[in-house]
């Protein structure tokens, strides 16, 4: 069986051989928060625009300007001030924190290190050419690449491009996912269901999983366990971008989700992975889409989502796919799990140095409310059954 690391791998490379590069849109860049920048960003001028000062103090001279040195102060320099004039040798001008240095000085002392009479300023230490100065154009310079293409648009992409002045930006288009959970007893969430029937959650945890992703989820509602039922929405669900069902991949008499999908010519990449929850996860490539079968049971949809789906989205998004972001905590109780699955298990960690992290009490993969009170999974891996309290152990933190 595949490792949760080989099966990535398949799904990031079966979905980039298929994915073309994304439709392009215009948006308000104060719009465009986690979308993927469909554009090269390049500076408008250099960066800094002009030397620099990063400290409040005196622009000098740094080759006359020794320990005890003496300079006449002759004017002032706040940041945005044209510097009108130079500094002559024997001289310096005070500066501030952003304000350009002017014509002459080379170099800035800190105020701390300076004692002023008057006009005239007494150095307590030597000061080298370049000192506390940020170089015109050291940054970037004007016409050369700020953020490349392909680039997530987090809160420094944005202000990267607003300081170089670009107010509108094309940024691909949200691919479109369609979610479709299946089961006889499965009801919409806002409806009351019946003693043995359950409320679609997977549909609602999938919505929010690709919206988190800033992926477009298109909600296709629930299919009965009837093959017709399933091939009618399982073909809507092939005119967006991804398909992802919940539900119906395991070996029961109504799980007819792979039957169907065979029917429509689906070549399949994978049908289990050695996890657990999770384990018989589909992944298949159906008129050229990427199709998920993630589990019913609403913790293996969850984690299944975010194991194989997310790095589909991230592809289909336009960008590359991100890594697992494994860090490391001290487990604070003795574990026995199956070996020869990587377990994804809910689990509260606690900050600290090192972070703590403590397994919930759950009743399995079908334990909802479990998974609403972790904030990571527990992560062990297949050759481990024994885990001792203390030993440090790889977390998965949990996204939104
Ligand atoms: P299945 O994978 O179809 O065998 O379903 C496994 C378990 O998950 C069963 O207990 C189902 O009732 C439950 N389940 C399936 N689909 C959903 C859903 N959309 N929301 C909540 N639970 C579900
Ligand atoms: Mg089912």
Known sequence: MLSYQQARDLVV?????RSREPQIESVPLLNSLGRILAQEIVADRDYPPFHRSIRDGYAVRAADSHLGTTLRCIGELKAGD????????????????????????????????????????????????????????SEQSAGKLVLAKGTRLGFAQLAAAAQVGAAGIAVYRKPRIAILSTGDEVVDFTTTPGPF???????????????????????????????????????????????????????????????????????????????????????????????????????????????????????????????????????????????????FLPATFKHGSPPQVTPLRWQGSGDTIAMSRANCLLVIPPDRENIESGERVHVLPRGL
Do not use: W
Request: glycine share 8%; proline share 7%; charged share 20%.
């Open 13 to 17: 490379s079966r979905t980039t051989a």
């Open 82 to 137: 044209t510097p009108a004039m130079s500094v002559p040798p024997g001289t310096c001008i005070q500066i501030m924190t952003g304000a350009a240095l002017p014509e002459g000085a080379d170099a800035v002392i800190m105020i701390e290190h300076t004692e002023r009479v008057g006009d005239v300023v007494t150095l307590d230490r030597a000061v080298s050419s370049g000192q506390n100065v940020v170089p015109r154009g």
């Open 197 to 343: 029937q359950i409320r679609n959650s997977n549909s609602v945890s999938l919505t929010a999983q690709s919206a988190s992703l800033h992926a477009e989820p298109i909600v296709l509602g629930n299919a009965r366990d009837s093959e017709d039922h399933l091939r009618a929405k399982i073909s809507e669900g092939l005119a967006a971008d991804a398909l992802v069902l919940s539900g119906g991949v395991s070996a029961g008499k109504y799980d007819l989700v792979e039957p169907v999908l065979r029917e429509f010519g689906a070549e399949f990449v994978f049908d289990a992975v050695a996890i657990r929850p999770g384990k018989p996860v589909v992944f298949a490539i159906c008129k050229e889409k990427s199709v998920f079968g993630l589990p019913g049971n609403p913790v293996s949809t969850m984690v299944t989502f975010d194991l194989f789906v997310r790095p589909a989205i991230e592809i289909l998004s336009g960008t590359l796919p991100s890594s697992l972001a494994f860090f490391e905590a001290i487990l604070t109780e003795r574990m026995k799990e199956k070996p020869g699955l990587t377990h």
